[in-house]
């Protein structure tokens, strides 16, 4: 301590000197350079977030319309089994008025290659549509089928013209083509209703998320079903009935580290022990969503925990105090008083479950399926799955359906998370 | 079937609950005699014993029915169908012979296919309704019992509320039987794993191939389970992707903690945070549709040859999610140091960021420490992102440029699809995720000691 000046010492500096000033302008520039380091590190953060969203559009949007022909098909009844109008030469039929439509088809290798350019689904919505009314056989219909992918990816101006014929994957002549069809106006691009309503398929223009919804959806119920009564019931035990002691400590601490487990061992469980020990299905929404619960279920009780602690001890007093069980204290003041709470962090923890992905992948839940399936044993897919599914599809048109589809399923997520704070805000209360 | 038997069950505790509620109501009236519990209390306790015990005796008979009936069918066939075969051919006669009974046929099944089938398919019938006869007969043997012992002296509450009391221990129980379940099927499946391919080699090894050959002539190596390289892949992309969060999240936490108004805070923080809530699969198809062609092409620019599935971009993609993660840990750890810390650093004169940087880091560092040890094995058991976005190659590299592959690639790779549960390949995605699970659970454990540790030191 001897090195240091004596408390009574003054020591004078002179605060205007040009060493002084340096240092306090150096002290300022730090100042001013972590404030701008701390501003820049949030507007990059945001920025990635605004890249991430905008390309999602930029690249999804196309794929929430379709590019259609509007095609005349002469129904001929001689081409269909009369007994069973599901038997009939359906592809020739619509093959046949599609390049009637066009001029300059010369050999059969053009026929073929004109036929391609409408979709493969074509000749089936002909055939569901002659089964509903056979009264359609002999006539001429007009129907609007969707084109092929190539098609529909040239008229999206997602194919470029101007690059040579070998670099792209629609030839100069069927370029001529569809020029013609749109020369005739018999191209439109309607919204494309198919990509909520019809099930998977291999061809872009036919593959929808029906079946990735329905499967989403079941999942979710089923785990909603197992983890939100669970939770509760868990949460109140440990917050208001549990003794202080080594077990509930003990519980405590697993149910804080389950929510940090990694989600693809939750996958490894479930394959485990709901597909090998219990045998039940693979690829069913039952064991996607139990899998899902023991994941959602930390959620919710740390969530209902929180706000079971939030209601004050007034109103158990109070309950007490008239003559209510503890049971009855809880039941009939504390819960309904939480509610708010634990339906925010509910759908919180929901929401999550719909988003993930790596334990559906384990359970099977990523089957090339091209129905909407009926119930909750039956294989099907969910929406993050469809996502990796046609992620990894190499037709050029999945890519926008990909973007769409997490468009969809972020709009699914957003709607989520906006009721629950609606929710939080509208019942929340400050005691 | 299950859901209208459920329907009925449901039902059936409903009139439970009417019959009781009505018989205590009948007593206290004719025999002028005061109940000790309120009508509904009898009415609860009787459908809460004619539901509870027959719920969890089909929920226990739906779980075991299809392993029993395997058993029995298994045991029916003759000695000369099943003598010689392993359990993955054991498993697909049994699946060809369930495929038969529900009437999808293939090609011509032989004689006694058919037959079990026939057998399988009355089995399943009785199976189904003894469960039913069973649940009915436990349920109204339930409602009986109890509502025998109504009476108006009977503490009807008391038992309800030691029914309910039972529940929730139970449902707290659950998070326990999780964990013991995820421990006994990782040990299980990796103990068998470890059977075929010794320890030592699976962690010393260096050479990660596990494609062997299912069938006797296929061409594939014989397989080799060396996870140095797995390992290394992951803790390359684990340490790419704290490199891009953690000074991102760090310092967007200083400014979000002390520069920012109460306004900007209540608006960025928000935003901040849906960086989180964004499903890891769309980080995966955004690094392969958007981040991987960027950064490939600006190495070709700079004459430098960047893999497609590098672990830069899988890396720095996984950063970019876990920013919130790091910066929502350290705003609270800042937010935690008491105000007069703050004040007393003023009062010297240091200036705001003189007080960040040797008053408040250094007091929140163990805050902050803690959220970066939560946000490293978030990092390590990220599944989507490396799925997608890194390679499937086990490569012993640290250059970021090149493709690596990861743990949880690795799992789920060796999982989609068929999985064969006795061949070393599918076993070996379970030891890797008991490495994965145990490596994680550490560093939870560790961290959120650390976190609470220091939350006490300053309440």
């Not at chain 1, 890249?51 to 319309?65: C, E, N, R």
């Not at chain 2, 038969?100 to 189904?128: C, H, M, N, T």
């Not at chain 2, 009915?136 to 509502?147: I, N, Y």
């Not at chain 2, 997608?388 to 690596?404: Q, S």
Request: net charge positive.
């Amino acid at each position: 301590m001897s090195d240091l000046p004596a408390i009574n010492q003054s020591v004078t500096v002179d605060w205007s000197s040009e060493k002084a000033q340096r240092r306090v302008r150096r002290r300022y520039g730090a100042e001013r350079r972590l404030k701008w380091f701390g501003l820049g590190a949030i507007a990059m953060a945001l920025l990635l977030l605004g890249v991430l969203v905008t390309s999602l559009i930029s690249v999804g949007y196309t794929a929430f319309v379709q590019t259609h022909i509007t095609l005349p098909v002469f129904i001929d009844a001689a081409k269909i089994n009369p007994d069973d109008p599901f038997k009939g030469k359906y592809r020739p039929m619509v093959n046949d008025a599609f390049v009637n439509m066009l001029s300059g088809i010369d050999s059969k290798a053009d026929r073929r290659l004109a036929a391609k350019m409408l979709s493969r689904g074509a000749s089936l919505m002909l055939r569901n549509s002659v089964v509903d009314d056979p009264a359609q056989m002999g006539k001429t219909v007009t129907f609007t089928f969707p084109m092929a992918d190539p098609i529909d990816q040239l008229h999206k101006g997602v194919t470029p013209r101007d690059v040579p014929e070998d670099q792209r994957r629609v030839s100069d002549k069927e370029i001529a083509w569809y020029d013609q069809l749109v020369a005739r106006g018999a191209i439109s691009k309607p919204i494309a209703w198919s990509l909520i309503f019809s099930a998977d398929s291999r061809f872009p223009e036919l593959a929808g998320l029906a079946g990735a919804i329905m499967g989403s959806f079941y999942a979710l119920l089923v785990c909603f079903l197992i983890s939100f009564p669970m939770g509760i019931a868990a949460a109140v035990y440990l917050e208001e009935f549990a003794p202080k002691n080594k077990w509930t400590d003990i519980i405590e601490v697993n149910i804080n580290n389950l929510a940090a487990v990694p989600s693809v061992v939750f996958g490894l469980l479930g394959l485990a022990v709901f597909l090998q020990v219990f045998g039940l299905p693979r690829s069913a929404p039952l064991v996607g969503g139990l899998t899902l619960s023991l994941m959602t279920l930390p959620t919710i009780i740390i969530a209902t925990r929180a706000s079971l602690k939030a209601v004050p001890p007034s109103i158990r007093e109070a309950a007490l105090g008239v003559g209510a069980s503890k049971h009855q204290v809880i039941m009939h003041h504390v819960l309904p008083l939480a509610m708010p709470g634990i339906l925010t962090g509910t759908i919180i923890g929901l929401a999550q479950a719909l988003g993930e992905t790596a334990p559906l992948l384990l359970i099977g839940m990523n089957a090339f399926i091209t129905s909407t399936s009926g119930g909750i044993v039956d294989p099907a897919t969910a929406l993050p799955t469809q996502i990796f599914i046609w992620a990894d599809s190499p037709e050029r048109g999945f890519v926008a359906k990909t973007s769409a589809a997490i468009l969809v399923l972020l709009g699914f997520l957003v709607t989520m998370n906006a009721i629950a704070i609606y929710l939080r805000r509208r019942f929340e209360r400050k005691w | 079937m299950v859901f209208y038997l459920f329907c009925a069950m449901f039902a059936l505790a409903a009139a439970g609950y009417m019959i009781g509620r009505k018989r205590a109501v009948d007593l206290s009236t004719y025999g002028s005699l005061t109940l000790h519990s309120r009508p509904g209390y009898h009415g609860a306790y009787v459908a809460l014993w004619a539901g509870l015990p027959s719920f969890l005796f089909v929920i226990l008979w739906l779980l075991f029915q299809g392993s029993v009936v395997d058993g029995f069918l298994l045991a029916s066939l003759s000695e000369a169908r099943t003598s010689g075969l392993d359990s993955s051919q054991i498993d697909l006669l049994l699946s060809e012979i369930k495929a038969v009974s529900a009437g999808q046929i293939f090609g011509e099944p032989d004689k006694e296919v058919l037959a079990a089938a026939e057998r399988y398919a009355s089995w399943q019938g009785i199976a189904r309704w003894s469960m039913v006869a069973c649940a009915l007969a436990l349920l109204l043997f339930g409602a009986t019992v109890a509502r025998s012992r109504i009476a108006p002296q009977f503490r009807a509450r008391h038992g309800v509320e030691k029914i309910l009391d039972g529940v929730m221990i139970f449902c707290s129980l659950v998070a326990i039987f999780t964990t013991l379940g995820i421990v006994a099927s990782l040990l299980f499946e990796a103990f068998r794993f470890f059977e075929r391919v010794p320890v030592t080699e699976f962690f010393f090894g260096t050479r990660w191939e596990p494609q062997i050959a299912i069938r006797e002539d296929q061409v594939a190596g014989a397989g080799s389970f060396g996870a140095i390289p797995v390992f290394a892949g992951t803790l390359l992309i684990a340490f790419i992707a704290m490199v891009v969060a953690v000074p991102v999240g760090l310092l967007s936490a200083v400014y979000l903690a002390e520069y920012a108004t109460s306004r900007f805070r209540s608006v960025v923080k928000p935003i901040l945070e849906i960086l989180a809530g964004i499903p890891t699969v769309v980080y995966g198809f955004f690094a392969v549709l958007i981040v991987a062609p960027a950064v490939r092409g600006f190495g070709v620019n700079i004459g430098v040859d960047i893999a497609p599935n590098s672990a830069l971009v899988a890396g720095a993609v996984m950063g970019v999610m876990i920013i919130p993660f790091v910066s929502s840990f350290s705003d609270d750890a800042l937010n935690a140091v008491p105000q007069s810390m703050r004040e007393g650093s003023f009062g010297l004169g240091a200036t705001k960021s003189e007080t960040v940087l040797q008053v408040l880091l250094p007091a929140a560092l163990p805050g902050i420490m803690g959220g970066i040890l939560l946000a490293v094995s978030r990092a390590i058991g990220e599944t989507m992102i490396v799925v997608m976005a890194a390679g499937l190659i086990a490569r012993m590299t640290a250059n970021p440029l090149e493709g690596v592959t990861t743990v949880t690639v690795q799992i789920v790779t060796l999982l989609i699809g068929d999985t064969e549960f006795d061949s070393p390949k599918t076993l070996a995605a379970f030891a890797l995720g008991l490495v994965l699970f145990v490596v994680t659970l550490c560093l939870n454990v560790v961290a959120l000691r650390i976190v609470q540790k220091y939350r006490e030191k300053y309440e």
